[in-house]
């Protein structure tokens, strides 16, 4: 039991570039949503699945497209990055019923 | 939108005391409260929740406290160790989605 893993850990980018932030857990959670941290600003919510098919989007979604085709795997796409999505990004799912959440490594993605 | 605040961004306490740690909201629908603790380069990791029909909860050398009227949280931690040396998040839950505060960074002193 893995829990939350993400790949990569660390990640540089070209504006313009695209890239996929991979999550994925292995606890048959439901939900699962993806946050970015930065400096004095806390977690925001980015995108989030309630299950298998299902995705909506929370706080800051501009930018960012995600998918949920497997209850496992929930990638985070940057279709054209920009030095604005330089961030700390961070998986999260909950226990099924429960609210704690368990949290993966995080991704630091430059975008220069 | 949402606003979950901390009154302090830093707190350093002495090894053994005592630390509280402060979090305001905005929103009154928020059903839910968790606390975080997130060390340097890894993720938050959950510490203890509360709903908001309780005004306390308890856990090991944790208290959590809920102020509906003021919309104020606290998180107690008793004794505290070099090890509790971290950023402290509080987040509020209304229906699918959670709202993080800008995070407490507490110092333990030796």
């Known amino acids: 039991n893995a829990g939350v893993t993400q790949t990569p850990k660390f990640q540089v980018l070209k504006t313009g570039q695209s890239m996929t932030l991979q999550c994925a857990q292995d606890?048959?959670?439901?939900?699962m949503s993806w946050y970015r941290q930065d400096p004095g600003m806390g977690l925001r919510l980015i995108h989030y699945?309630?299950?298998?098919?299902?995705?909506d989007q929370g706080e800051v979604p501009n930018g960012y497209n995600v998918s949920r085709s497997t209850t496992e795997d929930f990638p985070l796409r940057l279709l054209s990055a920009a030095p604005s999505q330089t961030s700390v990004y961070f998986c999260?799912?909950?226990?099924?019923?429960?609210?704690?959440?368990?949290f993966g490594p995080g991704t630091r993605l430059t975008v220069t | 939108g949402e606003s979950v605040g901390l009154h302090l961004p830093t707190l350093s306490v002495q090894e053994g005391d005592n630390s509280i740690i402060n979090c305001a909201y905005s929103?009154?629908?928020?059903?839910?409260f968790i606390w975080y603790k997130q060390e340097s380069g890894k993720g938050p990791q959950f510490i203890i929740d509360?709903?908001?029909?309780?005004d306390k909860r308890q856990g090991q050398r944790v208290t959590v406290l809920l102020n509906k009227t003021v919309k104020h949280l606290s998180l107690q931690i008793a004794a505290t160790q070099p090890g509790d040396s971290a950023v402290y998040f509080c987040?509020?839950?209304?229906?699918?989605?959670?709202?993080f505060g800008t995070g407490t960074s507490l110092t333990v002193i030796p």
């Open positions: 999260a799912s909950p226990e099924r019923g429960t609210y704690e959440q368990y």
């Open positions: 606890m048959n959670h439901e939900y």
């Open positions: 699945s309630v299950g298998a098919g299902i995705t």
């Open positions: 929103n009154s629908a928020s059903d839910y």
């Open positions: 509360i709903r908001s029909n309780m």
């Open positions: 987040a509020e839950n209304t229906g699918n989605q959670f709202y």
